[in-house]
């Protein structure tokens, strides 16, 4: 935790991200249309960030 927060980054937790292009800070495209792999890790990011905030809201 910095100055209140969280940084949930996926790092290299799951094969999805290497797909999209493998980094570690979050999922990132540029201008056009999403490919599949992108949007597959934009979907595991999305997860990992709220299975992160129920862990802390109990």
């Not at 797909?19 to 979050?26: E, Q, T």
Request: aromatic share 14%; hydrophobic share 45%; glycine share 10%.
């Amino acid at each position: 935790m910095f100055r209140g927060v969280f940084f949930v980054t996926p790092g290299y937790t799951d094969p999805a991200l290497f797909a999209a292009g493998g980094n570690p800070y979050g999922t990132s495209a540029t201008m056009g249309a999403l490919s599949n792999e992108v949007k597959a890790a934009v979907r595991f990011q999305t997860k990992r960030l709220i299975e992160f905030a129920d862990k802390i809201a109990s």
